[in-house]
């Protein structure tokens, strides 16, 4: 690891100021941040300490959402009894990533900023990676590919994001507010990791001189028929080859409303509108599941090693619907 | 090797350190020799540059440690390399294996993934903190009677998180084994729910049956 100045922000507007400087980042659980310093992949001149500030909570609001501090732990998010309850989507895919050790330190902002774990990306050995080194070129998309992209990718990068709670931030239409010099910023989930396109340095639309302050989730339809599947090499503490978070808002025997997004094929969490219009008017029959199962990879570019995530998401999406019809 | 003479040895290691950590305890009031020779092999650094050490005072085990650090060294490292309590272990070194896992405000945490700088005020408690003078910690002894290790590397990591992990459940929290995260009430330990709940700590002998085993007892001494 590289040495650093290390300062200790006191209150939100401390650390704003502070990420003015562009080799600076902040630190909060520094679960993936250290991880990659001590990898030579990120070489700050300065972390600010932002565990101190007061964005831990987690807050109802009058209008039903619920508000979420930018350091509430994985763990203490998804042990809320208010999150149990009323989101168990989000409760169940916080508890399928990483190991407990991990989650107590890991915050809510933190996980919305890792990194993928593309093996080109986390080893500096490689010359090779657009997002680590932009021109650079991709070496994934020749290499060993079996954990990468089948949707969304493009000849600039074929990297996956590793995030399970962000699959389900976005299948339950979460808000990500930031704040900067100028004021806050919201953005909803399905605008704030972006595709790699010709700029894969860029995960999101986080810019560098914003602070993640909160995640706002609107009531959920969907508390009573939801899960979230993850499919991995092990199982425990390994990351999702293909995960579903899925949705349902049932009307007696028929889908009133849906949502399906996946992990572990896109460069952002992928929502499956095609997959949900199947569903929706439509009881769960296997007729309907087999239909929206296909929707869900519809434009799906495999690569050498990873042709087996096409199968494996379309089965996926279909055992996630089954669990949630029957939750 | 009978299972007596077993203890009677985990007893005297146990005795040895006791008086290692009395000895660092001694030295807690001025800074550990090892800090010392570091900071004195780079005075140009405290001086100027990003990165000078700092002085830390970190409270492990109840007792006061003071440490002059640079921001980049670990919690491990410097527990390791600072203060001189070797029992939590490096083993992978990037939150990958679960050697080092400590307790922090009473939370396991990964210690090779958090900077020692990070941790002025909090309580640190690590292997070498969980027996009282003339016991051990019930999950070291039931680690103890039921082979819960073969070369012992992945052991303090072990041990304490299976200590974090037993407080979490008595606070009912989920895990990804859990069938419904929705029901409330007390979290039934079962077999895979104590495997899932360990998933974080890695064992390369394989010593897994003999954890499940020992943290089944445990559970079955204090229901």
Redesign the interface.
Known sequence: MRAFDYVRAERVDDAIAALADPNARCLAGGTNLLDLMKGYVEQPTRLVDITRLPLASIEPAADGSLRIGALVSNTDLANAPIVRERYPLLAQALVSGASPQLRNMASVGGNLLQRTRCHYFVDVGFDMCNKRKPGSGCAAREGSNRIHAILGASDHCIAVHPSDMCVALAALDAVVEARNGAGVRRIPMSEFHRLPGTAPERDTELRHDELITAVILPPSPFADHSHYLKVRDRASYEFALVSVAAGLEMDGKRVRDARIVLGGVAHRPWRASGAERALVGHALDDDTLAKAALAATEGARPYRDNAFKVTLAQRAVARALREAASA | MDRRSLSAEGAARRRFLCGTGALTTTLAHVPPLIAADNNASTPTREAR???AP?HVRLDVNGYPYDVVV???V?LLDALREYIGLTGTKKGC???QC?AC?VLVND????AC???A??HEGDRIRTVEGLATANALHPVQAAFIAHDGFQCGYCTPGQIC?AV??LD?AR??????V?RD??R?GPVELTDDEI???M????CRCGAYVGIVDALREVLKKSA
């Not at chain 2, 939370?107 to 990964?110: L, T």
């Not at chain 2, 606070?171 to 990804?176: C, E, F, L, M």
């Open positions: 540059g990003p990165g700092r640079e921001p980049r670990t070194d990037r939150g679960g896992t939370r396991r945490i990964n993934l958090t900077l700088i990070a998180s974090g992990m979490e606070r009912d929290t989920i895990s990804a859990t995260v929705r409330r495997r899932e709940r998933s974080g700590n890695l």
